[in-house]
């Protein structure tokens, strides 16, 4: 039946071909075919395929020529062999040769790495055409490869890095002279282009204050002053942040005493980690933290300067008056781990400091990527009350009151130690969680085989058959259900078990009537921020949307299509989780109905942490009295999934609350309220 349908669609579409004659009649060429062995559309590289081209009808010559959309994706020879060259998506075109309006394309995909051919020939010229400079100024080059499909990776060379060093094409001369600087393409050092660059001797700097003759700021100086003083300092460059376009951001050390840079000029004032500078710049802060901005005045001194960290066991590491004398500043100590949870953006875990909770700080403003990523993949490996020490520096953040956060910067920073095989399966139970209770209308819930961070496998046992332990499916009978789940855990041979108590809701057969819809379709449109106006902040505050308006509390909460929501339609609800019960997000209905069901759609905002808990909360008066449903929704997703929840008879009114998670955001979207 399909080769039937194909060879219509082909006689169609011939139609109004011109025809080619055979034994000296006409004959209308009706279209072609192209076949592979088993029908074959996917290859991985270095895979071969026969492909077949029929001209129908198959009376007539059956000469085609063959090509392809895409050569560094797959080549075609001359009958029909397609050879895969690297990863992508190819068309392989039959032409016929007698009439080259008849063609036909067999689609091929490519597994494996994108083909690129080899380099062969490179190019490089300097930023309008600058080839002369003074020291302390940057010339910036360009590398061209050819062929442009080629890799465009380099190697850049210098031939006297005691004149001038160079960086991703930044060349930063060091003293007067000449260098010439090579650059080729990775793993080609035959391929080569060089460019000559001359430096002059630097002109002698002007500055705004005597910095030479101005005497060194004191810590307490640094932190007392008022925004715009003049500070000087000395010190060695401890640490430097990931670099933003031209500017750098480090700490230097002065002994114990610490001070931070912000925005430096990395071209003009080029900053190396562990060498010493006298620093020259003006007082700010940002958040409570104290910060050197618009630095003028930056020499490199001959000095042996050395970071001297401060122990802080038996100081009060949550006190601002106390670790104000440290910001900036290198401390260690000994703490013991109390809560972690770890994303892929920045983040705070606590630890305990002799009895005191100290917030430790992971951010990517101050580390790069790699050791950033190193800092999590070990936090995630360790439990709650695991004892470690670390170095790290004092930052502080303030939305009113200052906070002392110690900022860690390097993995090896913080050391917990030898981490046994039972300790990783401990820390991984306490990682793995699924949902307590399934809803009438949830049919499968997810049973993790792994959990992030270790190389752990996970299998699972059932008590009860409504809920299988291989594929998660559930089977909802006429009476509520509880059933047992035993996870075992596995890693290096060893196993652990945890167990979850797990309610199976009754399944309801009833059809059921949306009496309130809010899916902010209504929503006045967003501000710069991506917030729409109805409700553009946390705040708590009153809003009348939906279908039909009804007036809705949000606390915590906010209406917003900003990048990293998530939403259906034109917005969304953003909602974030607080430490107390009166502060943290609730949606919720002000105007009494007759509620049965509660269903809406939710997911974890942007790259935020996983495991946010939400339930269902409803009154049977006017909201004097509230009742928390057993149905506690864990969100360990980041794509939006649909919940609902039944209630008892007689519900008024209906909230949604986030219940665990400080500070993790979620996207809540086409609530619905049914009877």
Not at 106 to 117: A, C, F, S
Not at 454 to 471: G, H, K, R
């Amino acid at each position: 039946m399909k080769k039937l349908i194909l060879f219509i669609w082909m006689l169609l579409a011939a139609i109004t071909l011109v025809s080619c004659t055979t034994d000296g009649e006409p004959i209308q060429v009706l279209g072609m075919e192209i076949t592979s062995n088993e029908n074959v559309h996917s290859l991985n590289v270095g895979e071969t395929l026969q492909l077949n081209a029929k001209v129908y009808p198959t009376i007539i010559d059956q000469t085609v020529t063959w090509s392809t959309s895409d050569e560094y994706v797959a080549k075609v020879s001359a009958n029909g062999l397609v050879t895969a060259i690297g990863g992508g998506n190819v068309e392989i075109t039959a032409t016929y040769v007698a009439l080259n309006t008849v063609k036909q394309k067999y689609l091929i995909t490519v597994e494996g790495d994108e083909y690129k051919p080899a380099p062969e020939s490179i190019s490089v010229s300097a930023k309008n055409n600058v080839t002369t400079c003074k020291v302390g100024e940057t010339i910036r080059l360009t590398a061209t490869v050819l062929p442009e499909e080629a890799s465009q990776k380099v190697t850049w060379v210098s031939s006297d890095e005691a004149i001038a060093t160079v960086n991703r094409g930044i060349v930063k001369p060091l003293q007067e002279g000449e260098v010439e600087i090579s650059v080729y393409p990775e793993g080609y050092e035959n391929v080569v282009a060089t460019i000559k660059l001359t430096f002059e001797k630097a002109d002698e700097p002007t500055y705004s204050r005597d910095w030479a003759n101005m005497e060194y700021t004191t810590h307490e100086e640094y932190m007392s002053c008022e925004d715009g003083t003049p500070i000087k300092v000395k010190g060695l460059v401890t640490h430097m942040s990931p670099s933003k376009n031209s500017n750098v951001n480090y700490f230097v050390q002065n002994g114990s005493e610490g001070f931070y840079i912000y925005s430096q000029n990395n071209d003009t004032m080029p900053v190396e980690a562990g060498k010493v500078y006298e620093i020259g710049g003006l007082k700010k802060t940002y958040r409570g933290l104290s910060e050197i901005t618009e630095v003028e005045y930056f020499k490199v001194i001959d000095e042996d300067i050395q970071c001297e960290p401060t122990n802080v066991n038996g100081l009060n590491v949550a006190s601002q008056e106390v670790m104000g004398a440290y910001q900036c500043s290198y401390i260690t100590g000994t703490a013991i781990l109390k809560s972690v949870t770890t994303s892929t953006k920045s983040y705070n875990f606590l630890a305990t400091v002799d009895g005191v909770e100290a917030t430790f700080r992971v951010d990517t403003t101050y580390s790069e990527e790699e050791e950033f990523n190193a800092i999590s993949s070990l936090l995630q490996i360790v439990s709650p009350g695991k004892e470690f020490e670390f170095t790290s520096v004092v930052i502080a953040y303030s939305t009113g009151e200052i906070i002392p956060q110690l900022l860690i910067l390097e993995a090896k920073d913080i050391d917990f130690g030898e981490i046994s095989t039972d300790d990783l399966l401990t820390s991984a139970a306490e990682k793995l969680d699924i949902t307590p209770a399934v809803g009438f209308a949830v049919d499968t819930i997810e049973l993790p085989t792994t959990i992030a961070g270790f190389d752990a496998t996970v299998t699972w046992d059932s008590d009860n058959e409504q809920i299988n332990p291989t594929t998660g499916a559930v089977t909802h009978t006429d009476a509520p259900a509880t059933v047992t789940l035993v996870a075992t855990i596995e890693i290096n041979g060893k196993t652990l078990q945890k167990e979850f108590v797990v309610t199976v809701e009754a399944k309801d057969e009833k059809v059921y009537e949306v009496v309130a819809t809010l899916d902010l379709e209504d929503a006045l449109p967003a501000n710069s921020w991506g917030n729409s106006e109805t409700k553009g902040s946390y705040a708590e505050g009153i809003v009348e949307l939906g279908t039909p308006k009804h007036k809705w509390m949000l606390r915590n909460a906010l209406i917003a299509a900003a990048t990293n929501d998530k939403y259906n339609g034109t917005f969304s609800i953003r909602a974030q989780m607080r430490d107390t019960a009166s502060e943290t997000a609730r949606i919720e209905i002000l105007e009494a109905g007759e509620y049965n069901v509660v269903e809406f759609v939710a997911c974890i905002y942007g790259n935020d942490v996983l495991g946010a808990k939400v339930r269902i909360e409803y009154t049977f008066d006017d909201g004097t009295t509230w009742t928390a449903s057993d149905n506690i929704i864990t969100l360990n997703n980041t794509t939006f999934e649909t919940f609902r929840v039944k209630l008892p008879e007689g519900a008024k009114r209906v909230a949604i609350v986030l219940v665990e998670g400080c500070g993790r955001r979620v996207n809540f979207d086409d609530i619905k309220l049914m009877k």
